[in-house]
């Protein structure tokens, strides 16, 4: 078995237009696959495909060798076990912050000690622990975008799938969460896939890159990525 | 009429549309939150079924439930026409499309976001309803506001039902229509006003509990 995420020939419409044209990519085990394209060029979508929140119109989506059945909701509901979405406006939920972690962990079934620990630790190591009992709603746009990110590590996936994840962060902040998402996947040896305008931070943090242009892959790069080749696209 | 019989009338008016509005809720609020999150064939016809049965005349669902509850009707056997049951049960058909159709747009009505963050979750169905419930509560509560204020300001229904009998199924809005066609209009404004007044008040504990809720969240 080869364990990689493999998109293969992905075809997305919205009504009329063609979103996602043929798109392939692939994410492998450890390492980082950033996706960056201008606005509107399909890159939210695919990833919302790879979240398995909408079905591709056309191509197959196959995790460690294995397709995805979009209509196979229980087969969906166990993979996004795994998966961690983050998208691009990371909402909250109307409670405090600390019940913004601590609640996802219980509904995950778990024990009351084990979500406590892990939600004092995850607010702790994003310097949050301070906000704990406000509403999370009142935080700054940057604290909600951490919330996030905490929150959806505290689950332990095993895929991540972030839109954007530092788009609101200032930019010592960014360069902290780059590093904690990128420890966390050589870590965990887990898939990732991320969305990002910021060629510095793709630079910093890719293993492979994919430039989406018009719904279609213009340029992949792995291993050396330049930046003057990026900026070709962009 | 006496005032003990004015306060039998205002509660038995509470208790009979508490209860079914109640019911409705429990039913409404799941159900509505479920249709709203699932995909389904029908799922569009469904929502306009529902919409179109929130604007159901309670004199139609009067004389219908009166045919079924009747002795010769299909439910006949459980005598329960002409008592509080038999009111609770129309009001609570009446409701339960307003609490489900008014549920179903406070969930829709989410961010997007929100809701694909909820889903991506991948959490048991019960626990994603849930917590898609919280999220809309606000515009929730106002369904069952709706829905509270329809069934105690509703006649057509209680009346076919419950027969307006003095001491026992005798409401304030069907006590209205009663001392109207007798002429006594100062007992009629009197009930008018009470009438006001409990909707007032169901009114002002909603607000409270509301204002309650986003201060605890805070």
């Known amino acids: 078995m080869k364990e990689v995420i493999r998109a293969l020939n992905i075809v997305k419409y919205f009504g009329e237009t063609r979103i996602l044209d043929n798109v392939s990519l692939e994410a492998h085990r450890g390492k980082i696959a950033v996706i960056m394209g201008p606005n509107g060029s399909g890159k939210s979508t695919l990833l919302k495909i790879l979240a398995l929140l909408i079905p591709p119109d056309a191509g197959r989506l196959e995790i460690d060798d294995s397709p995805i059945d979009f209509n196979n909701e229980l087969e969906k509901r166990s993979l996004q076990k795994k998966i961690a979405y983050l998208p691009q406006r990371p909402p909250v939920l109307s409670a405090n912050v600390f019940n913004n972690i601590y609640l996802p962990l219980r509904l995950r079934g778990a024990s009351k000690e084990e979500a406590k620990k892990t939600t004092e630790s995850i607010l702790s190591i994003l310097r949050l622990k301070e906000y704990a009992k406000i509403n999370a709603h009142r935080l700054s746009g940057g604290q909600k975008q951490l919330l996030a990110i905490g929150r959806t590590l505290a689950l332990n996936p095993q895929i991540l799938l972030f839109d954007e994840p530092t788009a609101s962060l200032a930019p010592n902040t960014a360069e902290t969460v780059q590093d904690i998402v990128k420890r966390y996947v050589r870590e965990k040896n887990c898939y990732a896939v991320i969305v990002s305008h910021n060629i510095t931070e793709a630079k910093k943090i890719a293993d492979e890159l994919y430039v989406l242009v018009s719904g279609k892959i213009k340029e992949t790069f792995s291993g050396q990525i330049s930046e003057a080749e990026i900026l070709k696209w962009i | ?218």
């Open chain 2, 1 to 218: 009429m006496d005032i003990a019989e004015l306060i039998q009338i205002t509660l038995l008016s509470i208790q009979v549309s508490g209860v079914a509005v109640v019911l409705s809720s429990i039913i409404g609020v799941w159900l509505g939150a479920y249709i709203a999150t699932s995909e389904f064939k029908l799922k569009k016809l469904t929502i306009t079924l529902i919409d179109t049965l929130m604007g159901t005349p309670p004199v139609l669902l009067g004389l219908i439930l009166y045919l079924v509850l009747s002795r010769s009707g299909p439910l006949g056997f459980l005598g329960v026409l002409f008592t509080p049951a038999a009111m609770i049960i129309a009001q609570f058909l009446l409701t339960l499309p307003i609490v489900t159709g008014l549920a179903i747009s406070a969930v829709e009505s989410l961010p997007r976001e929100l809701r694909e963050y909820i889903k991506s979750l991948a959490l048991p169905a019960h626990y994603e309803v849930l917590l898609l419930i919280n999220e809309a509560r606000t515009g929730i509560i106002s369904g069952v506001l709706a829905a509270f204020s329809r069934a105690v300001s509703e006649v057509g229904a209680v009346i076919i039902v419950g027969g307006n009998i003095r001491y026992y199924t005798r409401v304030l809005t069907t006590a209205i229509v009663y001392y109207t066609n007798s002429g006594e209009f100062d007992t009629v404004l009197w009930l008018g006003l009470v009438l006001t007044l409990v909707y007032f008040a169901i009114n002002a504990v909603v607000l409270l509990l509301r204002y309650r809720m986003g201060e605890r969240s805070d």
